[in-house]
């Protein structure tokens, strides 16, 4: 089931839905060391991307997350397209900033529906 769905709705965001469809990326800093008496952290970046359709509010949702805001954005994706730049599957975290063409967003929230096919995350734009 998760990959029919993945295969139609991939297929649509490259055709029917192109116009819709919007590209991120994103660079996550994960800290891998820290020296308190220096005050110096160290952090490798790990960076991914993926496509989706970026909606404009959930004014319209009649289910909202607990913490959202009017202005905030929410986005579908397809799980098997976020990925990292070595190709593995990537699942969004809170906090990672995505640079959409039209600006950076924070993720506030994240879900996934019962087939694990599709991401719809809660961005806050930055």
Do not use: H
């Not at 295969?7 to 994103?26: E, H, I, R, W, Y």
């Not at 009017?70 to 699942?91: I, M, P, R, W, Y």
């Amino acid at each position: 089931m998760r990959a029919k769905i993945q295969s139609k709705l991939g297929k649509a965001f490259s055709t029917k839905l192109a116009d819709a469809v919007d590209s991120f990326t994103c660079t996550r800093k994960i800290l891998v060391g820290s020296n308190p008496a220096t005050g110096v952290d160290v952090y490798d970046e790990f960076a991914y991307s993926g496509r989706g359709v970026l909606f404009g509010s959930y004014l319209k949702d009649l289910v909202k997350p607990i913490d959202y805001r009017a202005t905030d954005f929410k986005a579908v994706l397809l799980q098997n397209e976020v990925v990292s730049n070595d190709g593995d599957l990537v699942e969004p975290d809170v906090n990672d900033i995505w640079v959409f063409e039209g600006g950076n967003y924070r993720v506030m929230s994240y879900g996934q529906d019962p087939s694990s096919s599709v991401w719809t995350v809660q961005l806050r734009k930055v």
